[in-house]
């Protein structure tokens, strides 16, 4: 069995995306979005038709913006977020994007080759991890965890999704 990673992060805008304060991120969400595509490791990008996930919402705050994306592993992951002109971008990150302090802005888990899950499961790994910190389910580049072991039996997926 093959196992790849999601990555499900999440980000308050500070203004609008036609706001000019924004061009910056808007005006580079193509090129990014292209970087990752050709990245190795990378494998899909959740999208809408325009593209990108910036039209998505999925939480009560509509100034939440999502990624959702899966790699290969965890390195893949690592090298495109922090050793590629990405790196340049995330440093930019606070004058588009307010912290959150009371949220994480990622989540990373292992699925089967081949899995999308949905953006509620996305949702979901989100509150576990903020609810009960890292764990094979729900965890984060300061705190991975391995693939599961390729033993035959199914994950038990019941307590993934609330």
Do not use: C
């Not at 093959?2 to 580079?28: C, E, S, Y």
């Amino acid at each position: 069995m093959t196992w790849q990673l999601a990555a499900f992060n999440v980000a308050k805008i500070r203004q609008p995306l036609d706001h000019p304060d924004m061009a910056g991120f808007v005006d580079n969400l193509d090129p990014v979005n292209r970087l990752g595509d050709e990245s190795p490791g990378f494998v899909w990008r959740h999208q809408t038709d325009d593209g990108d996930s910036t039209a998505e919402r999925i939480f009560d705050d509509h100034d939440i913006l999502l990624n959702y994306t899966v790699w290969e592993s965890v390195e893949a992951l690592q090298t495109f977020t922090y050793k590629s002109a990405h790196t340049d971008f995330l440093r930019q990150r606070r004058q588009w994007f307010v912290p959150l302090d009371d949220w994480p802005v990622l989540v990373l888990w292992w699925i089967r080759a081949g899995e999308r899950p949905s953006l509620e499961e996305a949702k979901a790994r989100l509150h576990r991890l903020r609810d009960q910190g890292p764990s094979p389910e729900a965890f984060t580049f300061r705190h991975p965890f391995d693939p599961p072991a390729d033993d035959g039996i199914e994950p038990d997926r019941s307590e993934s999704i609330r």
